[in-house]
Structures are given as C-alpha cells and as structure tokens.
C-alpha cells in the first residue's frame, strides 16, 4: 500500500526493509511446511515497508 507522504506531514521514517527476489528465493527454496509459502515467495519480486 503505498500513501503520500507530504499528506501526512510531520512523519519520519524510522525503519525501512526491503527484500530482493535473491533472498526471497532462498526463502522458498527453505519452506517445507507450506507449499503454498513456497510458490507465493518464488513469486514475488521484492518486499519492502517502512515504519513511522
């Protein structure tokens, strides 16, 4: 979900992660328990999110 940030001001950033399709492929290629995990995160190209 993204949102505009100049709507909400006074926010600042205090954490930011992102995750490539590198890591999110070690991440499928180590789940086990859910299959359905696994194809959803050999699917996704990246994550990212940020606190405030």
Do not use: C, W
Not at 40 to 47: I, Q, R, S, T
């Amino acid at each position: 979900m993204n949102f505009d940030e100049a709507h909400y001001s006074g926010l600042r950033r205090d954490t930011s992660i992102s995750v490539g399709p590198a890591l999110l492929s070690v991440a499928a290629q180590h789940e086990d328990d859910d299959p359905g995990a696994k194809v959803l995160l050999a699917a996704l190209d990246g994550v990212s999110t940020s606190s405030y």
